[in-house]
């Protein structure tokens, strides 16, 4: 057995190890045969050269994390230790990239091994599915990626849309038309904006159509030439409306998908069409998948609890 002292004085013990040291409490449930002990602003570790250099590295990606981005919650710890080695040497490296720089020194940035997974995939291929549970970022990082194409000049416009279905929900009770009807079933997409432009350019870009909002209806008959186009709770499609949206694609564009295939919340009678889409463009060229689970979870730390009870019981 061999002991190594790992200084953390970059960062706040508390802020690292947790009230009460939970976070620590974690943490050494992922390296059962090494004894850890916390001395102030030092860690010393017993156990074999092997795991304790997984430790090390471990902990070094703990506390880049966290003075990176403020904060490491249950989650995060769960994630950044749970990654595989041949990921983990590449998470810091990643985690640099900034997809754009928002309003108030807000940076945006892909979170997770998903979600950087959905960078790369994005800048490959020309349709991208992003499949997987609520509070993953799906849409977050699409709309990120959005914008970043637009101001890179890559699109001429940003086209968001959804089905307009919603769980429990009749649309017909609400005032105005269509798309006023859909608008505040379309507020995630416009908060994701609202972080990463500012509101008066916002304000421009609606009003003259470089940023365009509208359900998935408004889509048909139209030809999507150099625009970045997300088609978000995509598993509310049916057969036929994913057939209309997918064959939309003009010359330069990008179309990323967002749906949860465990959320369909269209009338018996009506088959999700994402399911299809997917067994149906799996193999072809252009095309990339993406599939997000529970270790992608970045809301509040029951999310991912949430997530696998749920998935648990189906299951079972």
Known sequence: M?????????????????????NLSLIKSFFPKIKVISRGDKLKAIGEDKELALFEKKIALLIEHLLKYKQLNENH??????EKPNIESQTLEHDSEVLVFGNSGLVVKARTANQRKLVKECEKND???????????????????????LKNKEVRRIILTRPAVEAGEHLGFLPGDLKEKL?????????????????????????DGTIQIA???FM???????????????????????????????????FIINGDETQ?????????????????????????????DEKDVIRHDLV???ILAYKNHSEN
Do not use: H
């Not at 710890?77 to 749970?82: A, G, K, T, V, Y």
């Open 304 to 306: 991912k609890k949430i």
């Open 264 to 292: 369909v919340d269209l009338p018996r009678n009506q088959q999700s069409g994402l399911t299809q889409a997917i067994g149906l463009l799996d193999k072809v060229k252009g095309v990339s998948i993406v599939r997000f």
């Open 183 to 207: 608008d505040p079933y379309l507020q995630p997409l416009y908060d994701a904006l609202r972080d990463m432009i500012p509101i008066e350019k916002l304000k421009e870009m609606l009003e």
């Open 77 to 82: 710890i769960e994630r950044l230790l749970e």
């Open 215 to 217: 359900p998935l209806a």
């Open 127 to 149: 349709l991208v599915f992003a499949v997987g549970p609520a509070g993953t970022g799906k849409s977050y990082t699409a709309v990120a990626l959005a914008v970043r194409a």
């Open 220 to 254: 048909r008959g139209r030809t999507l030439d150099r625009a970045f186009v997300i088609l978000d709770e995509a598993q509310n499609a049916t057969k036929s409306q994913f057939k209309m949206f997918l064959t939309r694609m003009g010359k330069s564009a990008k």
């Open 2 to 22: 061999n002991e190594k002292i790992i200084e953390i004085s970059s960062v706040s013990p508390v802020e690292l190890f947790g009230v009460n040291e939970t």
